[in-house]
């Protein structure tokens, strides 16, 4: 099981993850406008909540277990003029969802979950139980075949794309995932795959990318870039996701 309050600290502490958060929110958000989503449930909601930077819900429901994330993201809510809208449930998905059963979601977001968990399986046959024919799940998680991790196997750092790294363990990861593996994951619990794909091509790892910022050779137009890069080296970026409908 995991300490979440050592996983709260670790997070917080991480040097390269708030920039990492950014393109993975404006990623969601720009899914969430195109699918003009709103009736959202987000399961695990970090700092912030990811659903924020999108402000067209009419509802949003978050499950998260740290109270530290709850309270940082209820005061980031309140300063965009959302918290009215948004209900909090605290505890792990598995203890609430009886709870959440009674509404039914356009949108579920599981956002950087599924490999920190012990039973991934778990989690997304409960969320199946909160599906309709129309509902979506946005899964995403990182890449086990990324840039940075062939690189590290080519540099002979690491033996294979799945080992998990020195952050991984500090932040209590169980697992990494590639493309195929999720979709397996995913397709077992009751889903089938509407779409695929990577995002953010990071090079290098979380040190070594917070270390070119802060020697200004990274400059905010160059992530920007990188950002946009996904597009020519769709399996290839520091993140992967999958979305899902619950199968018949």
Known sequence: MRDIATY?????????????????????????????????LEIGCGLKSIAAEYDNFDELIIVEPSQVFCDSASIDLQ?????????????LFEEVVDQVLPRRFDMILI???LHEVNHPDEILKHVRKCCNEHTIVHVNVPNADSLHRLLAVEMGLIESPEAISTLQEKLQQQRTFNLKTLKIL???????????????????????????MRTGILTP?????????SKHIPSYGSEIFVNLRATT
């Open 8 to 40: 709260t600290e670790t997070y917080c502490d991480s040097s390269f993850e708030s920039v990492q958060s950014h393109y993975r929110r404006r990623f969601v958000a720009e899914f969430l406008q195109r699918k003009k989503s709103k009736r959202i």
């Open 79 to 91: 300063s965009r003029r959302q918290l009215d809208r948004c209900t909090f449930y605290s505890g």
């Open 111 to 113: 956002s950087g979950l």
């Open 186 to 212: 995913c397709e077992d619990c009751g889903f089938k795959t509407d779409e695929s794909g990577s995002y953010f091509p990071k090079y290098f790892t979380h040190e070594q990318m917070h270390e070119l």
């Open 221 to 229: 137009q160059i992530l920007d870039g990188i950002f946009q890069m």
